[in-house]
């Protein structure tokens, strides 16, 4: 089992950056490909990014390409997510996510742990 603990969110002006960090507990971090998401009030919760066990392998959802890049360090258990250039559509609850699957997945369904999510708030 692994639990997730997100942090770094909060209130950042459009153009800002952030970057948001998940410890996992257990030793069985690199056993899991990890994803980020985000959900936006009164919308459903929406995929972000994807890195696969080793770090080598990293999907972004559209909007966030160029602008957002997800890293892990096995060696600490950690995923983090950096996000720059920050517009307001990227105001949401982020949480970070753990699965077990081998094949990338965007899936929210398909993460079997997830983190109790930051709030990230851009300014206009």
């Known amino acids: 089992q692994v639990q997730l603990v997100e942090s770094g969110g909060g209130l950042v002006q459009t153009g800002g950056s952030l970057r948001l960090s998940c410890a996992a507990s257990?030793?069985?971090?690199?056993?899991?490909?990890m994803g980020w998401f985000r959900q936006a009030p009164g919308k459903e919760r929406e995929f972000v990014a994807y890195?696969?066990?080793?770090?080598?392998?990293?999907i972004y959802t559209d909007s966030v390409k160029g602008r957002f890049t997800i890293f892990r360090d096995n060696a600490k258990n950690t995923v983090s997510l950096q996000m720059n250039s920050l517009k307001p559509e990227d105001t949401a609850i982020y949480y970070c996510?753990?699965?077990?699957?081998?094949?990338?997945?965007?899936?929210?369904?398909?993460?079997?742990?997830w983190g109790q999510g930051t709030q990230v708030t851009v300014s206009s």
């Open positions: 257990g030793r069985t971090f690199s056993s899991y490909a």
């Open positions: 890195i696969n066990r080793s770090g080598g392998n990293t």
């Open positions: 996510a753990a699965t077990g699957k081998v094949l990338p997945d965007t899936t929210a369904s398909l993460y079997n742990y």
